[in-house]
């Protein structure tokens, strides 16, 4: 009979070995072996309710056991672990269906494990307004290189972190416990959508906080500290599924006193989003975004299948020539802020960070037209600069949302590549971090309004996903 001597389940092999001994081993979600999660992760997707039970992670006693079913909370847990990790008892049976060859691939985001690179791609190759030069890529490459070295951790030893810490930005919040600002970055991602104003009055939507008008995507953060401040229990999920009225979140919701301001854009969609996400989170659970993170086994690309699959208004897809494509933005950002929050370790601890694309949004390709990577057809250019509505779901918005997604991948690999001429053994940047230093970029510009001549105003698509 085979055995496995070694029992330190280092890799899918041992425990398969160890099927014909009828046991079960306990792994730690957090501990156990990349390769140990991403057979955990691919026995989670096919549902199955007698393949998993689940064991409390904290140190109170008595077990808590019930079905795992597609990263969904057992109804018998009612309580919160503290530490951010499950023991999942795994019946090895189970593992000897998972052959290597079934893991999701390791090497990097051009694999496109979920679809969103594949749907970009399939996109460009039928593009009528939207064009991707070599030549920008190559030129911004020699431009941006120099300061994404100086601005990261790039280094032979790196592992794959946030360019700039997370907690410098003065609207990010300090001193919250783990599962507070979970919470915090679950509700802003949840919200995290059309900031921009309309063009034909001039007027923002602007938000005074600790002495500072913020306006954009930094208004709704924000909103968030004021919120806290007057004393609204705005990370807490209960408080808008069954406590807050409508005039109560209008209320929260509220731009500053000033002539030029209007309400945020399409407040009525946020109050109803937010209703629903914070009712799933509470019903699926335990109202905690930790249960939430846990359930994606150090998966970003997981725990972006899980959002999508619970929560529809992350559901960010589109139909071009009759063909469904995705982009996912408002999911892959929660998992990149989360990862980015925790520095890569604890809930930020994602085995596949690297495979996330760059955020589909509005801000980013103006930025990559400007750089001169993005060009597009006279005919679109004219309706963008005469600041026309593009529908959700337009030829010419669906092209422009691909070809950004397309452009931060092939900038990621003339990045590593000229990177690798320097340090053959550093660690390049990732799509998430060239466009969170792009997103920079774009509001710095917007802030001292040193926007180039060239740089045509971004793409109005009035819509909930970005």
């Known amino acids: 009979m085979l055995t496995n ?3 330190n ?24 072996s990349k390769a140990q999660r991403q057979c955990l ?16 992670g904290s140190s109170r006693s008595g077990s808590c056991l019930g079905p795992w079913r597609r990263g969904k909370k057992p109804s018998a847990c009612n309580e919160v672990p503290t530490a951010p990790r499950l023991k999942l008892a795994v019946p090895i049976f189970w593992l000897a269906a998972m052959a290597p060859a079934h893991l999701p691939n390791q090497h990097g985001n051009s694999t496109d494990s979920f679809g969103v690179l594949g749907s970009a791609k399939w996109v460009m190759e039928s593009a009528v307004d939207v064009a991707i030069r070599p030549d920008g890529i190559k030129q911004t490459c020699r431009q941006i290189l120099p300061q994404l070295i100086s601005a990261s951790k790039l280094g032979s030893k790196r592992e794959p972190t946030a360019l700039t810490d997370w907690f410098s930005h003065e609207l990010h919040p300090k001193g919250l416990s783990p599962d507070l600002l979970l919470n915090w970055i679950f509700f802003v991602s949840v919200l995290n959508f059309s900031f921009w104003d309309d063009a034909h009055d001039g007027k923002r939507f602007m938000v005074r906080w ?8 930094w208004s709704l953060l924000a909103v968030m500290h004021r919120a806290l401040d007057e004393g609204h229990p705005v990370l807490d999920p209960q408080f808008y599924a069954n406590q807050a009225t409508d005039e109560n979140l209008t209320h929260i919701f509220r731009p500053s006193d000033g002539g030029d301001r209007c309400p945020i854009p399409l407040l009525k969609e946020r109050i109803t989003i937010l209703r629903h996400s914070s009712q799933i989170l509470c019903t699926k659970y335990h109202g905690t975004t930790m249960e ?4 994606a086994f150090c998966s970003a690309l997981h725990l972006i299948k899980i959002v999508v699959e619970d929560f529809p208004s992350f559901n960010d897809d589109s139909m071009y020539n009759g063909t469904k494509v995705i982009f ?7 998992a990149a802020e989360v990862w980015a929050a925790f520095d890569g370790k604890s809930f930020g601890k994602f085995d596949d960070i690297d495979q996330l694309t760059m955020f589909a949004d509005y801000r980013v390709p103006q930025v990559l037209q400007s750089l001169q990577i993005l060009q597009y ?29 397309v452009a ?52 109005r698509t009035r819509c909930i996903y970005y």
């Open 5 to 7: 001597k070694s029992h």
């Open 9 to 32: 389940l280092t890799n899918p092999v041992e425990l398969i070995l160890e099927a014909n001994e009828g046991k079960t081993t306990m792994i730690d979600s957090v501990e156990a």
């Open 41 to 56: 992760i691919q026995l989670a997707m096919t549902g199955r309710e007698d393949i998993f039970s689940l064991l409390s």
């Open 210 to 217: 600790n002495g500072t008008e913020w306006t954009g995507y």
């Open 292 to 295: 939430l993170v846990r359930s």
């Open 328 to 334: 996912y933005k408002r999911a892959q950002i929660f």
């Open 377 to 405: 057809s006279r005919r679109l250019e004219e309706c963008l600069k005469r600041k026309q509505l593009l529908s959700h779901g337009s030829r010419e918005e669906v092209e422009i949302r691909a070809a950004s997604i």
């Open 408 to 459: 931060i991948e092939l900038l990621r690999e003339e990045l590593a590549l000229e990177l690798h001429a320097i340090d053959s053994v550093a660690h390049p940047p990732n799509s998430i971090e060239i466009d969170f230093w792009l997103w920079d970029l774009a509001k710095g510009r917007e802030k001292e309004q040193t926007v180039a001549i060239t740089t045509l105003p971004h793409h």
